[in-house]
């Protein structure tokens, strides 16, 4: 199976740079439900991601509580707490799922490491449950197929 299958295209997701100002990237980010987006360079490359968390703390430990200050204050300056990997494009299944074991999205990028969007851990876990019920179906059908055989076969 194609990661490409799974894959939430960049124009789809939700994503800052890394030059935005914090007021920029809290605008962008408001009425949003996501705890983690992309951060990339402006050339597309993929940097990591920032947390609501990492906003948080960073207003509060390195710039205070003054949000009017925030219209100077680049997203790059927030320390990172931690960082979802990105893959390649042609990274193979086992390689993405181990990746979203631990990562609620992961980040796609192509062969000069530009960001090309997204593979959500709720598209892989559907596509596995998917896998499950057809994989039970056929071993349902193939039970019934053996003791009906064997019935035919005692009479």
């Known amino acids: 199976m194609n990661l490409l299958f799974f894959l939430t295209p960049k124009q789809d997701v939700l994503y800052i740079y890394e030059d935005f100002t914090l007021r920029q990237a809290l605008e962008k980010w408001s009425n949003q439900r996501y705890a983690t987006i992309p951060v990339l360079r402006r050339n597309g490359e993929y940097l990591g991601i920032i947390s609501e968390g990492d906003l948080l703390w960073g207003i509060k430990n390195i710039h205070g509580l003054d949000l009017d200050a925030s219209e100077d204050v680049p997203v790059s300056s927030f320390p990172r707490r931690r ?5 390649p494009v042609t990274t193979d299944m086992r390689t993405l799922v181990e990746a979203a074991v631990d990562q609620n999205f992961v980040p796609v990028v192509d062969d000069r490491n530009v960001f090309i969007g997204i593979v959500p851990r709720t598209a892989i876990i559907k596509y596995m449950l998917r896998r499950m019920d057809s994989s039970s179906e056929t071993t349902q059908f193939s039970t019934r197929a053996v003791k ?8």
């Open 83 to 87: 960082n979802y990997k990105a893959v």
């Open 148 to 155: 009906k055989q064997l019935m035919q076969a005692q009479s």
